[in-house]
């Protein structure tokens, strides 16, 4: 019988107005399915413009003899600053100190202890990192512009939020900001709301400026 892998998992917002409970979940169920141990989460509640970032120095300090393998929900999540650099490091300082690391949105792809980022993966991971961060501003971009220009439009005394729907709408918009893919939301956000979406249906509701201010017009 396989040993049962030691784990310790990353989990990281932006800001104290994000909800890491989602990504503790996620990575507490991953270990569960497969039997694995949890040791523990490292969590990190603060913004990835800060340099003194002691949650990151304390994964930095993770070993073989601490464990086998780390999660992190996504690569976005291991580092949002845009020096694509550090991310690479960062991996290459894990691997060479002997524990696998293991991002759940990229499951067909374990990085493994011991070995070095090979030229596919350097490139691989660059491309990722980029198109996230470009991605995440540009959704941050239209979130600005189309809220600016609603609220512009709309008079205050017909601004009307539905509770049910602002919760998970603005889960999708925040999961997009952070830097995840369109198909990579849609995966995380089916698993965890009743009402199923799908890429297209994702991409309808980033476009309608009804949700980019979570507001609707009475007897609209």
């Known amino acids: 019988m396989e040993k049962s892998k030691r784990v310790v998992g990353y989990a990281r917002v932006s800001t104290e107005a994000q909800d890491i409970t989602r990504q503790i979940e996620l990575i507490t169920a991953y270990c569960n399915d497969r039997n694995y141990h949890l040791i523990k989460i490292i969590q990190e509640k603060i913004s990835g413009a800060r340099k003194d970032r002691k949650s990151l120095n304390e994964l930095l300090d993770v070993d073989d003899a601490v464990a086998d393998m780390i999660i992190v929900s996504e690569l976005s999540r291991l580092s949002r600053e845009d020096d694509i650099l550090s991310v690479l490091s960062t991996i290459n300082e894990l691997l060479k100190q002997g524990v696998d690391i293991l991002f759940l949105d990229k499951q067909d792809r374990i990085y493994k202890a011991g070995t070095i980022l090979s030229l596919y993966d350097i490139i691989t991971l660059s491309v990722e990192a980029k198109a996230s961060a470009d991605e995440r501003y540009k959704i941050a971009g239209r979130m600005q512009t189309g809220l600016r220009s609603k609220l512009a439009q709309t008079p205050k ?10 919760e998970a709408v603005k889960y999708l ?4 900001i952070d830097g995840n893919t369109i198909r990579q939301t849609v995966r995380v956000y089916n698993k965890l709301y009743p009402y199923k ?3 297209s249906g994702i991409c309808r509701i980033i476009r309608n400026p009804k949700y980019k201010g979570e507001i609707y017009r009475r007897g609209k």
Do not use: G, R, T, W
């Open 157 to 166: 005394n017909l601004l009307v939020i539905d509770p049910k729907e602002a």
């Open 197 to 199: 979406l799908s890429y």
């Open 173 to 176: 918009f925040q999961q997009l």
